[in-house]
């Protein structure tokens, strides 16, 4: 959701060197973006240790601009310590520490407008959303062979039926059913002749397993044998994406392929793809859940249930995108 940024950046600014400071989880995400000059390893440290470490690192790179897209002060404070003379970044609840350009979350923002408008604080417009991933030459070689191409008449699906499995914490509630995911897999393949590809994790081989079970018909199973780039490579070749609220779901955004997101105990209307051809399937009250919850520390018992989703409604979308519809 923050490659608009990057982008904006790269546009308006085409001689900068734009560094990027990121752990090790998301790394895979801006690894291959050829508008980045470097990368930096966020310091696995407390909090004041983190703002220390970074501050010292990036004072030492002589930075004109730092803009902080984290709601923790951490990375304010380490830009303020720096002693970067214009830091841009978001505000929340007070924790803003020393930025010179900050912004206050806005309720009904979604995230990438709400990244964006760091951007805006320092006099930049017309900023467009859509997300970007940048597949490797390598990957894209390397998996040429392992799927047959998609085809008008036998165009090619991919379906992650996992997700929500980050480091330090795991909310499955934003899985659809594995079971209706199996079920979607065998109507896919009678309703659209689609060849239709598991992928996902290590974390989501139960889920994977459950689909291979329910599914009726042939299945392409490469859950557990990607990495990241091989994974948008393969997506960027189909027809169709569907997923639950995930990176992965992002990511296939990124790449262009049209996707159907399945959402439950998050807000669609905050973290939805913003690809140029997605469908979202929620329940309604999904569209107008409580502003920037951490659901590690909430009741998700009370959120919206995915299970609630038809199966129908799902498939419709589907159809309605590999027929080309918007």
Aim: charged share 20%; proline share 9%.
């Amino acid at each position: 959701m923050a490659t608009p940024v990057l982008r904006a950046l790269d546009q308006h600014a085409p001689n900068a060197e734009i560094a990027v400071v990121t752990g090790d989880w998301t790394r895979p995400a801006v690894e291959t973006n050829p508008r980045i000059s470097g990368l930096m390893s966020y310091p696995a440290s407390g909090p004041i240790q983190t703002a220390l470490k970074l501050g010292w690192q990036l004072r030492g790179m002589k930075v004109d601009l730092g803009i902080s897209l984290d709601r923790s002060p951490i990375p304010a404070l380490a830009m303020r310590i720096a002693g970067i003379p214009i830091r841009a970044g978001i505000d929340s609840q007070g924790r803003g520490v020393g930025l010179t350009h900050s912004i206050e979350p806005d309720p009904e923002q979604h995230e990438t407008d709400l990244y964006l408008s760091t951007l805006t604080a320092l006099g930049l417009k017309d900023l467009s959303t859509y997300p970007e991933y940048h597949v490797s030459d390598e990957s894209l070689r390397s998996t040429i062979d392992r799927l047959p191409s998609g085809t008008p008449d036998r165009p090619l699906v991919i379906i992650h039926p996992g997700g929500a499995v980050n480091p330090g914490v795991a909310m499955l509630e934003k899985r659809w059913p594995a079971t209706n995911y199996g079920e979607l897999t065998s109507l896919l393949g009678h309703e659209a002749n689609a060849t239709v590809v598991l992928v996902g994790s290590e974390s989501d081989q139960n889920a994977a397993s459950t689909v291979r079970e329910f599914a009726r018909g042939p299945l392409i199973d490469l859950c557990g044998q990607l990495s990241l780039d091989e994974l948008a490579a393969i997506v960027s070749r189909a027809s169709l994406y569907v997923g639950n609220d995930s990176g992965t779901t992002h990511l296939a955004s990124a790449v262009g392929t049209p996707v159907v997101a399945i959402f439950g105990p998050t807000s669609p209307r905050m973290y939805r793809p913003l690809g140029r051809r997605t469908r979202i399937c929620a329940p309604s009250e999904s569209w107008d859940l409580e502003p920037v919850v951490d659901l590690r520390h909430h009741d998700r018992s009370q959120r919206p249930d995915i299970a609630r989703v038809p199966l129908p409604e799902v498939l419709n979308a589907c159809m309605d995108l590999l027929k080309g519809k918007s």
